[in-house]
């Protein structure tokens, strides 16, 4: 997904600890909201998307999400 949300209904949530964790199903996707801490636990199949949208942020490019919404979870933006 590529867009910036401008919707009212988002809200920016900055959380000063985050941990990230690699769980046994291959394509998990677990990322809760929550004010104190970021909490993102991922499957194998995620990690690839992942460091790639990292090193999209070194080369000065963003604006994208990753994740299973269609679980509950949060996707996890990527903003330079």
């Given at each position: 997904?590529?867009?910036?949300?401008?919707?009212?209904?988002?809200?920016?949530?900055?959380?000063?600890?985050?941990?990230?964790?690699?769980?046994?199903?291959v394509s998990e996707w677990r990322f809760a909201e929550t004010s104190e801490y970021a909490?993102?636990?991922?499957?194998?199949?995620?990690?690839?998307?992942?460091?790639?949208?990292?090193?999209?942020?070194?080369?000065?490019?963003?604006?994208?999400?990753?994740?299973?919404?269609?679980?509950?979870?949060?996707?996890?933006?990527?903003?330079?």
């Amino acid at each position: 997904m590529r867009s910036v949300p401008r919707s009212p209904e988002w809200a920016i949530i900055v959380p000063t600890v985050w941990q990230l964790s690699v769980g046994s199903d291959v394509s998990e996707w677990r990322f809760a909201e929550t004010s104190e801490y970021a909490e993102l636990c991922v499957g194998m199949d995620w990690l690839p998307l992942l460091a790639d949208s990292i090193r999209d942020i070194r080369r000065g490019m963003g604006d994208n999400s990753i994740g299973d919404t269609d679980r509950g979870s949060l996707a996890l933006w990527f903003w330079w």
